[in-house]
Nanobody, 127 residues
């Protein structure tokens, strides 16, 4: 059973940067596409980015395109989300999730396509 643990969240000023990590255990990560999602208070969970199992294909939500970069190091069993030019509206709990079947390829931000979820890490963007 794949287990995912997010880290790297925190408090940052607008315009700042953070790098989130999603570390996997219990299974080799290279069998999974990984998605990043976030949920702000009072809002529904939304997809942020997805990376294929090989790392060759990535996709981003319009709201983060050009500011966030997803990457993976399968040798370290870790996926990263580099977040630059952060805005207050990026404030949320960020989750990573694993898709072993590839169903998220056509629906990258459909959380039903992911079967393994981390516990989340809080990101707060505020001055």
């Amino acid at each position: 059973q794949l287990q995912l643990v997010e880290s790297g969240g925190g408090l940052v000023q607008p315009g700042g940067s953070l790098r989130l990590s999603c570390a996997a255990s219990g299974f080799t990560l290279d069998a999974y596409a990984i998605g990043w999602f976030r949920q702000a208070p009072g809002k529904e969970r939304e997809g942020v980015s997805r990376i294929s199992s090989s790392g060759f294909r990535t996709v981003y939500a319009d709201s983060v395109k050009g500011r966030f970069t997803i990457s993976r190091d399968n040798a370290k069993n870790t996926v990263y989300l580099q977040m630059n030019s952060l805005k207050p509206e990026d404030t949320a709990v960020y989750y990573c999730a694993g898709d072993p079947l590839g169903g998220s390829r056509l629906y990258p931000f459909n959380d039903m396509k992911y079967s393994n979820w981390g516990q989340g890490t809080q990101v707060t963007v505020s001055s």
